[in-house]
C-alpha cells in the first residue's frame, strides 16, 4: 500500500515535469515564433521603404527627363529662331532707318513705312522703350552679353536695327511685326520680336532706342502691334 503512493507520487512529479517541460517547450516554439514574425515584419517594412524610395527616384528620374526633354526641344526651338533671325538681319525689317524722336509726343524725323495689309492679328499694347546702357541693361559694352538679345540676335547700336521685347506668350519670339502709334504717337514701323524682360508680361512691350536719351523721352504709350509672321 505504502509503495503505491510513493508510486502515484513519483507518476504525479514525473506528470508535472512533462508539464513543466511542454509548457517550456512551447515557451521556447512561442518566443522562436514571435522573433521570426519581427523579423519578417522588419523585413516587410524595410522591402516598403526600399520600395517607397525606389518610386521616388524613379519620379525624380522622370522629372529630370521631362525637364532634360524640355530644356532640348526650346533649345531646337531657340536655334530654328536664331536662324530665322540671322536671315531677317539682312532684310528691311531688321534695319529699317532710324528713328529719332524729339520731344514727347512730336512726330518722327523719317519717313513712316506703311501698314502691312496682311497680318495675322493686331494687338493693343502699352510701350515702353529701352537701350543697351547699364541703366536699362546693366550690361556695360565690354560684356560679352552686351547688346545680345534672348532670341541670341545681337543688336548693333547705330544701325537701325529695329527690335522690341514681347511676352512670348503674347508674341512668340522671331515673330515680324509692324509697330503703329496711336492718338498721335509716333509709329515704331517694322520691327523683329527678339528679346524679353522681367518687367515685360501679358500685353506690354519694350522698343528699342540707340540713346538713352530717347528712352526716357518715350515714357510709355499706347500703341498697336500687327503680327505679321
Same mark, same amino acid.
Given at each position: 500500500?505504502?509503495?503505491? +503512493?510513493?508510486? #502515484? ?12 517541460v511542454?509548457l517550456?517547450?512551447v515557451?521556447?516554439?512561442c518566443?522562436?515564433?514571435?522573433v521570426?514574425?519581427?523579423?519578417w ?6 522591402e516598403? &521603404?526600399e520600395? $517607397?524610395?525606389y !518610386?521616388r527616384n524613379m519620379?525624380?528620374i522622370?522629372?529630370?527627363? +521631362?525637364? &532634360? ?5 526650346? #533649345? ?5 529662331? +536664331? !536662324? #530665322?533671325?540671322?536671315?531677317?538681319t539682312? &532684310?528691311?525689317v ?13 512726330? /518722327?524725323?523719317?519717313t513712316? $513705312? $506703311? ?8 494687338i493693343?499694347?502699352?510701350?515702353t ?5 547699364k541703366k ?17 540676335l &545681337?543688336?548693333?547700336?547705330g ?6 521685347a514681347?511676352?512670348?506668350n ?5 515673330s515680324?511685326?509692324y ?6 504717337v ?8 527678339? =528679346? ?7 500685353? +506690354?512691350?519694350d522698343?528699342y532706342? =540707340? ?5 526716357? #523721352? ?6 498697336k /502691334?500687327?503680327?505679321?509672321?
Amino acid at each position: 500500500m505504502q509503495e503505491s +503512493k510513493m508510486a #502515484k507520487g513519483y507518476k504525479r512529479q514525473n506528470s508535472i515535469a512533462m508539464q513543466s517541460v511542454g509548457l517550456a517547450f512551447v515557451t521556447v516554439i512561442c518566443c522562436i515564433l514571435g522573433v521570426e514574425i519581427f523579423r519578417w515584419e522588419i523585413t516587410l517594412e524595410n522591402e516598403k &521603404k526600399e520600395q $517607397e524610395i525606389y !518610386a521616388r527616384n524613379m519620379e525624380i528620374i522622370n522629372v529630370v527627363e +521631362k525637364v &532634360k526633354e524640355d530644356w532640348k526641344k526650346e #533649345k531646337e526651338q531657340l536655334e530654328i529662331v +536664331k !536662324a #530665322k533671325l540671322a536671315e531677317e538681319t539682312t &532684310k528691311k525689317v531688321v534695319t529699317p532707318s532710324t528713328v529719332q524722336y524729339t520731344s514727347r509726343g512730336s512726330s /518722327v524725323d523719317r519717313t513712316v $513705312e $506703311e501698314a502691312p495689309t496682311e497680318y495675322k492679328e493686331v494687338i493693343e499694347v502699352k510701350a515702353t522703350a529701352y537701350c543697351l546702357c547699364k541703366k536699362c541693361c546693366g550690361k556695360s559694352e565690354d560684356n560679352p552679353a552686351y547688346g545680345v538679345t534672348r532670341s541670341g540676335l &545681337k543688336i548693333i547700336p547705330g544701325t537701325g536695327m529695329k527690335v522690341i521685347a514681347v511676352d512670348p506668350n503674347i508674341i512668340p519670339l522671331g515673330s515680324k511685326v509692324y509697330v503703329e502709334g496711336v492718338d498721335g504717337v509716333p509709329t515704331y514701323g517694322y520691327a523683329v520680336a527678339a =528679346d524679353t524682360g522681367s518687367a515685360i508680361k501679358n500685353y +506690354k512691350i519694350d522698343l528699342y532706342m =540707340d540713346s538713352h536719351e530717347e528712352t526716357v #523721352k518715350w515714357g510709355i504709350r499706347n500703341m498697336k /502691334v500687327y503680327v505679321i509672321e
